[in-house]
Every structure is written in structure tokens, then in C-alpha cells.
Antibody
Framework: EVQLVESGGGLVQPGGSLRLSCAAS????????MHWVRQTPGKGLVWVSR????????TYADSVKGRFTISRDNAKNTLYLQMNSLRAEDTAMYYC???????????????WGQGTTVTVSS | QTVVTQEPSFSVSPGGTVTLTCGLS?????????PSWYQQTPGQAPRTLIY???TRSSGVPDRFSGSILGNKAALTITGAQADDESDYYC??????????FGTGTKVTVL
């Protein structure tokens, strides 16, 4: 069974940093793109970032470009999101999402984790 | 800034049919955008329903179907059930490894 378990969320002051982790199991992690998607309370889903299977390719939404860094450790089956210069508008639930393989990456998101909450407030 | 538009809300009767759409503020949606659809009930993580326009994800009932209607992607629920009452989001692949979610549609079954 595919499982994605996020951790690392919490309360942080504006301008601060936080690193999210996502432990993956039940599939060959290194073969799949992985995504981070966020959702502000009561609002819609927003795609944040993606990384390809070997970690050599990353892309970001304009709203986080230059502040967030996605990475992965395939030996540990773990995905990360380093978030710097956090703003109030980054407050959201952050979901780790399994993407498709290199051959079908354009299909977007497949299996979703349960999310971890990030609150940016003084 | 590309906006992916969806109807804010829809009501459907139990057993009825509803079609949700996913469009672009500028341009049209075709299969080359590989539209996918996600269902989310309150307090839960989203669940993938459809990918690559019309392929159902594993375990998704066949009352959910995807298509292209005119210049938009579409999700049709045929024979709506009470537990289909959810928020539905589409995602489009915009190229170069980037994706954009739609604004979401709240479906009420009553």
C-alpha cells in the first residue's frame, strides 16, 4: 500500500524557516515525480513544487520561487520542502503527493498524504 | 497569470447527472494539458479521480468520467450519490514541469 506521511509543520514567525519532510513507502520512490501542494483553510488547492525522480529537475510556483526548495533523498525514501522567508500568506496545510513516473509525469498527482499544517504568525 | 476556471458550485439530485468544467482564462484546454480531477471532502486529503483527460484512477467508480467538451475539460458524474457531495478540483499541466489547479467546484447532492 502506498503511504505518504508528512511531518515538520508548526508555528513559525514571519521571516522564519521551516523544513517539511514526507516519508514514502509502498512504491519505488526513485521512479516517481513528487509534488508539494498547499491549501489555505477554506480555500482551494495550490500546486507549490515538483521534483523529478533522481532529483535533478525542480520547478516551483511563482509565489514560492526563490524562497522554497524541494529536494529528495532516494536512499531514505523521503521528500523535503525547505521553506525560507516565510510570510503570513504561506499559512496552509501542505500535502506531499506522489506523482507519476518519468514516462507519464504530465499526469500530475496520484496519491496524497494527509498533510502537515504550517502557520506563519507573530 | 494563468487562471484555471471552474464553476463555483453545482447542485444535483440523487441519481442525476452533473458535468463540471475546467477552462483557461486565456486559451483552450485540450488533451495536451493532460487534465486531471480530484475529489475532496471536508477535513480530508484530496483523492485522485481522473488523469490524462479520461483515465480513471484505481478504485474510482465508473460513474465518474472525464472528457474534453469544446474548449474545456469536463468531469461528469452519472447517477450521483450522497457521498459524491464534495469539492472537485481540476489540474492542468502547463508545460516545463509546472501545474495549475482550478478554482474548485462545490457539488451538493440534494
Amino acid at each position: 500500500e502506498v503511504q505518504l506521511v508528512e511531518s515538520g509543520g508548526g508555528l513559525v514567525q514571519p521571516g522564519g524557516s521551516l523544513r517539511l519532510s514526507c516519508a514514502a513507502s509502498g512504491f519505488t520512490f526513485s521512479l516517481h515525480w513528487m509534488h508539494w501542494v498547499r491549501q489555505t483553510p477554506g480555500k482551494g488547492l495550490v500546486w507549490v513544487s515538483r521534483i523529478n525522480g533522481d532529483g535533478s529537475g525542480t520547478t516551483y510556483a511563482d509565489s514560492v520561487k526563490g524562497r522554497f526548495t524541494i529536494s529528495r533523498d532516494n536512499a531514505k525514501n523521503t521528500l523535503y520542502l525547505q521553506m525560507n522567508s516565510l510570510r503570513a500568506e504561506d499559512t496552509a496545510m501542505y500535502y506531499c503527493v506522489k506523482g507519476y513516473t518519468k514516462q507519464e509525469y504530465y499526469n500530475g498527482m496520484d496519491v496524497w498524504g494527509q498533510g502537515t499544517t504550517v502557520t506563519v504568525s507573530s | 497569470q494563468t487562471v484555471v476556471t471552474q464553476e463555483p458550485s453545482f447542485s444535483v439530485s440523487p441519481g442525476g447527472t452533473v458535468t463540471l468544467t475546467c477552462g483557461l482564462s486565456s486559451g483552450s484546454v485540450s488533451t495536451s494539458k493532460y487534465p486531471s480531477w480530484y475529489q475532496q471532502t471536508p477535513g480530508q486529503a484530496p483523492r485522485t479521480l481522473i488523469y490524462s483527460t479520461n483515465t480513471r484512477s484505481s478504485g474510482v467508480p465508473d460513474r465518474f468520467s472525464g472528457s474534453i467538451l469544446g474548449n474545456k475539460a469536463a468531469l461528469t458524474i452519472t447517477g450521483a450519490q450522497a457521498d459524491d457531495e464534495s469539492d472537485y478540483y481540476c489540474v492542468l499541466y502547463m508545460g516545463s514541469g509546472t501545474f495549475v489547479f482550478g478554482t474548485g467546484t462545490k457539488v451538493t447532492v440534494l
